[in-house]
């Protein structure tokens, strides 16, 4: 079983940054890729960003594409989502994701039934 934890959320006014972080259990961290996603209140949850399982490859929603990195450790089995110039609108839960296949070559998937295990989430508040 995979646990995956998120934490770094908070309260930040808008123009702020954010890191999260995402600690994952078990031995084959390095063998996923991962994704980080949000669900705002009434809204569903949405792609926000992945990286691969080696760290060479990242991808990104529009919506964050030049204010979001994602990086990883592999050696301390976490993911982490640096979050500048935030918006009142990137005010949202924020889950960390595995995708459900390990070593995928290609592409970031970014539905959320392609990945199997979700952390409990993080708030994230941007004050305006």
């Known amino acids: 079983q995979v646990q995956l934890v998120e934490s770094g959320g908070g309260l930040v006014q808008a123009g702020g940054s954010l890191r999260l972080s995402c600690a994952a259990s078990?031995?084959?961290?390095?063998?996923?890729?991962m994704g980080w996603f949000r669900q705002a209140p009434g809204k569903e949850r949405e792609f926000v960003g992945g990286i691969g399982w080696s760290g060479r490859t990242t991808y990104y929603a529009d919506s964050v594409k030049g204010r979001f990195t994602i990086s990883r450790d592999n050696a301390k089995n976490t993911v982490f989502l640096q979050m500048n110039s935030l918006k009142p609108e990137d005010t949202a839960v924020y889950y960390c994701?595995?995708?459900?296949?390990?070593?995928?070559?290609?592409?970031?998937?970014?539905?959320?039934?392609?990945?199997?295990?979700w952390g409990q989430g993080t708030q994230v508040t941007v004050s305006s």
């Open positions: 078990g031995r084959t961290f390095s063998t996923y890729a």
């Open positions: 994701a595995r995708d459900r296949v390990s070593f995928r070559v290609g592409r970031i998937v970014t539905m959320v039934a392609e990945y199997d295990y």
